[in-house]
């Protein structure tokens, strides 16, 4: 039988498989960690791997394994040095690892990844430092500050800047953008993006953006408040 743990003070978690864990003060996970779920509103520091269908952090998770979960819901911050993965991942806070892997990602906050982040679906508003790829099917970034991603692959990609209604141009600026080195992907929809080459089937590029080279298969949109240096038809 899978034991219950709760922790309203300064606690060590010792490797094993657990029912439900609730972290409310600090604590310290020695080992490797398995668990249905895991809820976190202090702070806690893992020092094994870690795995559970549902992991809720509130508080302030720092982890030197992997982490592994059917729903990862952070509002609070994570700092991963290994990799993160698994089904669903939502952040209402802020995010740090080596590598993120979910079928399902949406940010609302600030996202890190030392390498390579993989989805089938991303939506981001905020800020955003890839120093990798950014694979996935469906990709939507909404720029609400300045973001780096060194490489884009995917069937769609939407990047648009933050609505703010009637004084959304008095308050957008140069601050609020998206850098890419490479950009390729079926269907392109670009403003405020800075990039050297960007490669797809359909490309509308939208106001604000400064493009080295594009090259596109069937149409092509330049808005005329953005420049792009050369275009060419595969």
Known sequence: MKNKLNINGIGDIVAGEYANIEISGIANMQGDIRADSIEVDGKVKAFGNVKADEIEINGHVTSEGKIEANFLDISGYFKGIDNASGEKLKVNGRIKSKNISFKD?????????ENNCEAEDFYAEGKINIKGLLSADNIEIILQRRSNITEIGGEKLSVRKEDKGIFSNLFFNSRYILIVEEIEADEIYLEYTKCKVVRGNNINIGEGC?????????????????????????
Not at 105 to 113: K, R, T, Y
């Open 105 to 113: 990602i949406s940010l609302v906050g600030e996202m890190f990844v």
């Open 210 to 234: 400064n493009i080295e080279k594009i090259e596109y298969k069937n149409k092509l949109e330049i808005n005329e408040k953005s420049i792009v240096k050369e275009n060419y038809k595969k």
